[in-house]
């Protein structure tokens, strides 16, 4: 009884703070380029970013994502009609879209007990909805600040696949529960449609930059980097975009057609000075939207391995400055991934800037 009525005064405090801050500022309805659902955002959250198919933010301890994720052609299918194996590689595809790697399905919700159909196994649809719910867990003596986390995966067409996740301490693990609980119930669904771009806008960091089609971003530890990783390829494609405030290279950021090249040959030299696993292979400055910046293709060598990498820095005149780092260890495709790359940095872009002068 007692846990029962702690349960209850959980749900209602989280139904009243949604309510409450409704109330101060109209909540915000959220529906992605992409289509395939509609929701319900509380007014008191942080915003970290939002694409073209999702969005992340904070509320309090709790990190709150939305995103739609390809399934693989193997899982392409309607998750009623799965196999036992289905079952395993989509368990493990949850597993695998998430931020940090080592995370383990708590226990199978997908499965139940089966009644010696051959080796069949029968999908359990959580709650009578389309939906399949899961909860994760750390690796092992890990110190991740939030270590627990639970989520709801919608399978919104056969190759594509909503998943809505609360990350929060272990500490806040039941007011998590009652989070996703309020998000699922006010979701709607509906059908998605393919869109070409993959922006990410970034409100309070003030940017947006276009990913290569099949990207999708996350965040760790700093919420100044946002990161980003392609799911399509069987390499390590992965990208940092990284937010900060220098009045170092101001020189850079003031430079016109003269002194553009000489401040980016300097800029260069200094930051490659002293690393020596690092073969710059071409650089060359590069104004996106109105701010100075540098781009530089190098090589780098990791673990004997060689890793291709594109990196840029911009630098605004208003002291923000912004470094993109794209990277990938696919030796056969390399320069078709490279310019990619450039063309993702081509298209960064600061908002809200003032272009101030001298």
């Known amino acids: 009884m007692i846990k029962t009525n702690k349960l209850f005064t959980v749900t209602v405090a989280v139904l009243m703070s949604f309510a409450l801050y409704a109330n101060a500022a109209e909540q915000t309805n959220f529906q992605p380029e992409s289509g395939g659902y ?31 994720y ?77 270590d627990f986390i639970v989520g709801k995966a919608y399978q919104l067409s056969n190759d594509r696949l909503l998943v809505v996740r609360v990350s929060a301490p272990k500490k806040d693990k039941t007011l998590a529960q009652n989070t996703l609980s309020v998000l699922t119930h006010n979701l709607k669904i509906s059908k998605p449609k393919y869109v070409d771009n993959n922006i990410i806008k970034a409100k309070n960091l003030n940017y947006e930059i276009t990913l290569p089609s099949g990207w999708h971003a996350f965040t760790m530890l700093a919420d100044n980097i946002i990161m980003a990783k ?60 109105g701010i100075n910046g540098v781009i530089i293709e190098s090589t780098e ?32 495709n390399s320069d078709i991934k490279i310019n990619a790359f450039k063309n993702a940095v081509k298209s960064f872009q600061k908002t809200n800037y003032i272009n101030v002068s001298n």
């Open 70 to 146: 390809p399934l693989p052609n193997f899982l392409a299918v309607p998750m009623k009609n799965y196999s036992e194996q289905q079952i395993s590689d989509f368990e493990n595809f949850i597993s695998e879209i998430e931020d940090y790697t080592g995370f383990t399905l708590e226990k199978s919700s997908l499965v139940q007990e089966t009644k010696n159909v051959g080796s069949k196994f029968t999908p359990k649809l959580v709650l009578n909805e389309k939906g399949y719910a899961f909860t994760l867990q750390p690796p092992a003596n890990s110190n991740i600040t939030r």
């Open 230 to 289: 392609s799911l399509s390829s069987v390499h390590n494609d992965e990208a940092m975009i990284r937010s900060f405030k220098t009045k170092s290279f101001a020189s850079l950021a003031n430079a016109d057609a003269k002194t553009m090249a000489t401040e980016e040959s300097e800029f260069v030299e200094k930051i490659t000075k002293f690393t020596p696993n690092v073969k710059v292979i071409k650089h060359e400055p590069i104004v996106a939207n």
């Open 301 to 332: 060598l990791v673990n004997l391995k060689k890793i291709f990498v594109v990196n840029a820095y911009f630098f605004a005149k208003d002291d923000s400055a912004y470094q993109i780092k794209f990277k990938t260890d696919d030796t056969i």
């Open 38 to 68: 509609h929701l319900e955002l509380p007014a008191n959250r942080i915003e970290i970013y939002r694409t073209t198919k999702g969005i992340r933010y904070m509320v309090g301890t709790q990190l709150i994502n939305t995103d739609i």
